[in-house]
Protein backbone atom coordinates (compact mmCIF):
# COMPACT_ATOMS: atom_id res chain seq x y z
CA UNK A 1 0.00 0.00 0.00
CA UNK A 2 1.50 3.29 -0.82
CA UNK A 3 0.27 6.19 1.28
CA UNK A 4 0.57 9.69 -0.12
CA UNK A 5 0.84 13.19 1.68
CA UNK A 6 0.31 16.42 -0.12
CA UNK A 7 1.88 19.89 1.79
CA UNK A 8 1.71 23.52 0.84
CA UNK A 9 -1.23 24.46 -0.42
CA UNK A 10 -2.81 27.97 0.74
CA UNK A 11 -3.73 31.03 -0.24
CA UNK A 12 -2.45 33.39 -2.74
CA UNK A 13 -2.31 36.82 -4.72
CA UNK A 14 -3.00 36.72 -8.24
CA UNK A 15 0.50 36.32 -10.16
CA UNK A 16 1.97 34.86 -6.96
CA UNK A 17 3.64 31.06 -6.59
CA UNK A 18 3.23 27.91 -4.22
CA UNK A 19 5.16 24.77 -4.31
CA UNK A 20 3.42 22.02 -3.50
CA UNK A 21 4.76 18.45 -2.14
CA UNK A 22 3.82 15.15 -2.34
CA UNK A 23 5.48 12.51 0.02
CA UNK A 24 5.18 8.82 -0.57
CA UNK A 25 5.80 5.69 1.56
CA UNK A 26 5.40 2.22 1.28
CA UNK A 27 6.91 1.45 -1.97
CA UNK A 28 10.10 1.88 -4.02
CA UNK A 29 9.12 5.95 -4.76
CA UNK A 30 11.01 5.28 -8.70
CA UNK A 31 8.57 2.06 -9.62
CA UNK A 32 5.72 4.91 -9.13
CA UNK A 33 4.44 7.07 -11.88
CA UNK A 34 3.34 10.47 -10.07
CA UNK A 35 0.32 12.95 -11.07
CA UNK A 36 -1.13 15.73 -9.84
CA UNK A 37 -5.41 16.84 -10.50
CA UNK A 38 -7.10 19.36 -8.86
CA UNK A 39 -11.11 19.66 -8.43
CA UNK A 40 -13.01 23.19 -7.85
CA UNK A 41 -15.89 23.36 -6.38
CA UNK A 42 -18.60 22.13 -9.57
CA UNK A 43 -16.75 20.27 -11.26
CA UNK A 44 -14.60 17.40 -12.52
CA UNK A 45 -11.84 16.28 -11.04
CA UNK A 46 -8.73 17.53 -13.90
CA UNK A 47 -5.59 16.54 -14.97
CA UNK A 48 -2.47 18.88 -14.12
CA UNK A 49 0.61 17.56 -14.50
CA UNK A 50 2.36 14.18 -14.74
CA UNK A 51 5.70 13.21 -14.34
CA UNK A 52 7.68 9.32 -15.23
CA UNK A 53 9.16 6.87 -12.89
CA UNK A 54 12.78 8.72 -13.92
CA UNK A 55 11.87 12.13 -13.84
CA UNK A 56 13.07 12.27 -17.63
CA UNK A 57 9.22 12.94 -18.80
CA UNK A 58 6.51 15.34 -18.13
CA UNK A 59 3.35 16.63 -18.59
CA UNK A 60 1.64 19.43 -17.99
CA UNK A 61 -2.22 20.46 -19.27
CA UNK A 62 -2.59 23.37 -21.49
CA UNK A 63 -3.85 25.45 -18.74
CA UNK A 64 -1.21 25.31 -16.69
CA UNK A 65 1.62 25.12 -19.42
CA UNK A 66 4.69 27.43 -19.10
CA UNK A 67 3.54 28.59 -15.51
CA UNK A 68 3.90 25.04 -13.73
CA UNK A 69 6.50 22.89 -13.18
CA UNK A 70 6.89 19.41 -11.57
CA UNK A 71 9.75 17.54 -10.66
CA UNK A 72 11.04 14.37 -8.24
CA UNK A 73 13.77 13.10 -6.07
CA UNK A 74 13.61 9.71 -5.98
CA UNK A 75 15.81 10.04 -2.99
CA UNK A 76 13.43 11.93 -0.67
CA UNK A 77 10.24 10.13 -2.22
CA UNK A 78 8.73 12.96 -2.95
CA UNK A 79 7.71 15.19 -5.61
CA UNK A 80 7.03 18.68 -5.87
CA UNK A 81 4.62 21.14 -8.10
CA UNK A 82 6.04 24.49 -8.50
CA UNK A 83 3.47 26.91 -9.76
CA UNK A 84 4.42 30.27 -10.76
CA UNK A 85 1.82 33.30 -12.09
CA UNK A 86 -1.06 31.69 -10.28
CA UNK A 87 -4.76 32.97 -11.32
CA UNK A 88 -7.95 32.59 -9.85
CA UNK A 89 -9.08 30.02 -11.80
CA UNK A 90 -6.28 27.81 -10.59
CA UNK A 91 -8.03 27.82 -7.01
CA UNK A 92 -9.08 24.34 -6.57
CA UNK A 93 -8.02 21.13 -4.27
CA UNK A 94 -4.72 19.90 -5.25
CA UNK A 95 -4.11 15.87 -5.56
CA UNK A 96 -1.58 13.80 -5.72
CA UNK A 97 -2.01 10.64 -7.45
CA UNK A 98 0.31 7.47 -7.90
CA UNK A 99 0.60 4.42 -10.11
CA UNK A 100 2.87 1.44 -10.48
CA UNK A 101 2.42 0.07 -13.71
CA UNK A 102 2.12 1.86 -16.87
CA UNK A 103 -1.11 4.09 -17.73
CA UNK A 104 -2.74 7.11 -19.70
CA UNK A 105 -1.40 9.64 -17.40
CA UNK A 106 -4.28 11.89 -18.33
CA UNK A 107 -6.82 9.48 -16.60
CA UNK A 108 -7.83 9.83 -13.07
CA UNK A 109 -9.20 6.56 -12.71
CA UNK A 110 -5.85 4.99 -14.13
CA UNK A 111 -4.14 5.91 -10.55
CA UNK A 112 -3.89 3.58 -7.91
CA UNK A 113 -3.67 5.97 -5.05
CA UNK A 114 -4.48 9.12 -4.25
CA UNK A 115 -3.16 11.81 -1.48
CA UNK A 116 -6.08 13.40 0.96
CA UNK A 117 -5.76 16.68 -1.20
CA UNK A 118 -4.39 20.02 -0.20
CA UNK A 119 -6.71 23.64 -0.74
CA UNK A 120 -4.88 26.18 -2.84
CA UNK A 121 -6.71 29.45 -2.87
CA UNK A 122 -5.57 32.15 -5.31
CA UNK A 123 -7.72 35.43 -4.80
CA UNK A 124 -7.92 38.27 -7.45
Known amino acids: QVQLVESGGGLVQAGGSLRLSCAAS????????MGWFRQAPGKEREFVAA????????YYADSVKGRFTLSRDNAKSTVYLQMNSLKPEDTAVYYC?????????????????WGQGTQVTVSS
Open 26 to 33: GRTFSNLF
Open 97 to 113: AASGRYLDHLKAEEYDY
Open 51 to 58: ISWSGIST
